[in-house]
C-alpha cells in the first residue's frame, strides 16, 4: 500500500507562489507517472500537471508556464512548484500515482483520467484571494 502526504498549501494573495509537497512511502514502481490534481467546490476534479519517471511533463493550458511539477526520486516527494496564483488556482490539490495498469506512456494523457490513478493523498488546500 503507498501512502501519499501533501503539504504546503495555505493563503496566499494574486501573484503569489506556493510550493505543495507529496511525501510517498515508497514509489511503488520502478517507472511510474505521478500527478497533481485539484478540485474546487462545486466542480469536477482536474488534472493540474503529470510526471513520468524519465522526466517528461505535461501540464493543463491553465496552469502552463505558471506552475512546475518536479520530483525527487531518491527521497520519494513530488512537488508542484506555483508562481502567478490566480483566486481561480483555489482548490483542494492532491497528488496521484498511475496505476500499474498503465505503462507510463501514458502518463502525458492520464492528466485528463484522474480514474487511472490508483494512490491518492488526502489533499492540501490551496486558497488565492484578489
Known amino acids: 500500500q503507498v501512502q501519499l502526504v501533501e503539504s504546503g498549501g495555505g493563503s496566499v494573495q494574486s501573484g503569489g507562489s506556493l510550493r505543495l509537497s507529496c511525501a510517498a512511502s515508497?514509489?511503488?514502481?520502478?517507472?511510474?507517472?505521478m500527478g497533481w490534481f485539484r478540485q474546487a467546490p462545486g466542480k469536477e476534479r482536474e488534472g493540474v500537471a503529470v510526471?513520468?519517471?524519465?522526466?517528461?511533463?505535461t501540464y493543463a493550458d491553465s496552469v502552463k508556464g505558471r506552475f512546475t511539477i518536479s520530483q525527487d526520486n531518491a527521497e520519494n516527494t513530488l512537488y508542484l512548484q506555483m508562481n502567478s496564483l490566480k483566486p481561480d488556482d483555489t482548490a483542494m490539490y492532491y497528488c496521484?500515482?498511475?496505476?500499474?495498469?498503465?505503462?507510463?506512456?501514458?502518463?502525458?494523457?492520464?492528466?485528463?483520467?484522474?480514474?487511472?490513478?490508483?494512490?491518492w493523498g488526502q489533499g492540501t488546500q490551496v486558497t488565492v484571494s484578489s
Open positions: 496521484a500515482q498511475l496505476s500499474s495498469l498503465y505503462s507510463i506512456t501514458f502518463c502525458a494523457t492520464s492528466i485528463g483520467r484522474s480514474s487511472r490513478f490508483r494512490y
Open positions: 515508497r514509489f511503488t514502481y520502478s517507472r511510474h507517472c
Open positions: 510526471i513520468d519517471t524519465s522526466g517528461t511533463t
